[in-house]
């Protein structure tokens, strides 16, 4: 049973920055890999970021040199740092967990970029 809970979502003007954090509970695999996925209103949910247990990321087009996914193995917390956000990176983001061929997600939390 995994539980993945993430927070910092909110409101942010136009070139503003946040924090999401997830943070992950229950029987991890010390090897996984842990991302975001991103859903804007009326668009498809799209991946943002990834990073695996030894800290190798990657990052969709829409988040290169803005975004930076880190995670705290120790703490089974996973982060995406968001700067110089824009209107177009409002979605829900949502945390993932890829661990022994099993998918989980959490609730998502919600940034809203607007004036």
């Known amino acids: 049973q995994v539980q993945l809970v993430e927070s910092g979502g909110g409101l942010v003007q136009p070139g503003g920055s946040l924090r999401l954090s997830c943070a992950a509970s229950g029987s991890l695999l010390a090897v996984n890999v842990m991302g975001w996925y991103r859903q804007a209103p009326g668009k498809q949910r799209e991946l943002v970021a990834t990073i695996n247990s030894l800290g190798t990321t990657y990052y969709a087009d829409s988040g290169q040199g803005r975004f930076t996914v880190s995670r705290d193995n120790a703490k089974n917390t996973l982060y995406l740092q968001m700067n110089n956000l824009k209107p177009t990176d409002t979605a829900g983001y949502y945390c993932?967990?890829?661990?022994?061929?099993?998918?989980?997600w959490g609730q998502g939390t919600q940034v809203t970029v607007a004036s």
């Open positions: 993932v967990l890829n661990s022994g061929g099993l998918g989980y």
